[in-house]
């Protein structure tokens, strides 16, 4: 029998037969072509390890894991954590935010039309006070000669003081007021005294006094277009 022969014919025996080799007489025997890893590292293929830890090593096999298990714990504990910081108050939903933006527009936007308009009205007061100012300073000479002819008995009747009641109705329509008579007491915000003379004054004057108004004072509203100038008077 020739050697490694006794393998029945799986080739010669390579290196020496170590204690507890099959073919020895020694029981459990090892042997390194018996093993399958070594039949695998001499064909050139990877090595699948067992899962076993060499003996005396202190490295103890690790388990696979679920990571579902891992996910759904920290997902609960992410929920978790999340209901405790919000409390009682869940999280807003982007529908929630959105709609809670857009009133915060309507209510800015709200807020600017109101003052828009609120300036759109002052402004056409003011404008429009400006143009009755404006006609009513050209209508000044006109009316000065129409109070002149009432002075002088000229518009008692007739035609043209129908038309002077018409055109002092239209006036008053528009808000202006004519101002100035004998006896009023002299306001310097309302008249312009010309002229301090020593007249009679009415008896129960107890200050300087309107005697003659020589132009009468025009008023738009509240604000004096023109004042009235007068001559005036002390109480003696």
Known sequence: MTPGSHRGGAGPHHGPAHPGDRTSAEPGGFDEFDHTAFDHAAAGEPVVSDGLAP????????????????ADSAAGGEATGTAYQAGSAAPESPDA???AERLEDLRRLQAEYVNYKKRVDRDRSLAREAGISHVLESMFPVLDEIHLAREHGDLVDGPSAVIVDKLEAVLAKLGIEAFGEYGDEFDPMHHEALMHISAEVPADATSTTVVKVLQRGYRL?????????VAVADPE
């Open 221 to 229: 509203g509240d604000r004096v277009v023109r004042p009235a100038r």
């Open 55 to 70: 003996e005396g090593d202190s490295t103890e096999p690790t388990l696979p894991t679920d990571s579902s298990d891992g």
């Open 97 to 99: 935010v959105l709609a």
